[in-house]
């Protein structure tokens, strides 16, 4: 399993949470119970960011670096980690 | 359209979007793009879970506290902190 | 050590932390490294943050919920907990 | 200013800000005041990071990238990122 078929099966295994989490507040569940789940999906799509950013740096970034073009890999990378922190 | 109601539609609004991303991967689309597409839909998650820790504060949390219950809606209030902050 | 004590504890460790993060910078330390210090220092202040937001559930909140007055102490803690996931 | 100068002068102010947090506990000043201001400081560094980060990407790892070494760097900031999202 490659790294697009890997978060692709992380990705669908979050949609199945998020569906968890739409039946929870459907079946009016304990809230902290709600959020813990709703945490978790969230947990699992940052994960695959990684896996993501971790492809993007290791192909597009160091394509962009060879040719000398650092400038907007660099400003893009940052915006993710920055959007990441709040 | 009370809390519920308003937690269940941001919900399905995050759920199309996530399925945007499985499609944006699914066509290999630009990795910086799926990453915003994907740290929208956890942001998106995160705002719900501000309003049903809203809910919850003013419901189950202060009907506890009136009795004197304080400790274990206090602790649970304080996991959902804890894993929110990483 | 009670939890005033532990909490300001904390913080001059986080306080020594951060000094070293300074140094780290002035004597062009590898930024990995640097990083790495920096989100320490973070997390031991968000750690300081989760036993000020307990103590205050437990003491300001649950007063205040005693007497009725939720509104205000609810809207205090979220505003608190949306900036803490950004 | 160079990078590595303002990183120092806004580590400084955070330093300052963090010094505010401690006197505010000592002064059991209210919590959700104290929380704001610590909350402020770690937005600070997170800022910083992020400096520190885009000149790391557009130095150390550019350098790297071009001599075909991608794996290290792509580790190491990998693993920022992660401590960074929790």
Same mark, same amino acid.
């Given at each position: 399993?490659? #790294?697009? %078929?890997?978060?692709?099966?992380? @990705?669908?295994?979050? /949609? ?10 459907? %079946? ?9 789940? #709703? ?5 699992? @799509? #940052?994960? +695959?960011? !990684?896996?993501? @950013?971790? /492809?993007? @740096? *290791?192909?597009?970034? !160091?394509? !962009?670096?060879?040719? *000398?073009?650092? /400038? %907007? #890999? ?5 915006? +993710?980690?920055?959007? *990441?922190? *709040?």
């Amino acid at each position: 399993m490659d #790294s697009r %078929n890997g978060a692709l099966h992380r @990705l669908k295994i979050a /949609k199945g949470h998020l569906d968890k989490v739409i039946r929870m507040v459907q %079946n009016d569940e304990y809230c902290i119970d709600v959020l813990t789940q #709703s945490q978790a999906v969230q947990g699992q @799509l #940052s994960e +695959v960011d !990684a896996m993501i @950013l971790e /492809k993007h @740096l *290791g192909t597009c970034v !160091a394509d !962009a670096m060879k040719k *000398g073009d650092n /400038k %907007n #890999s660099v400003d893009e990378v940052i915006k +993710v980690f920055r959007r *990441g922190r *709040g």
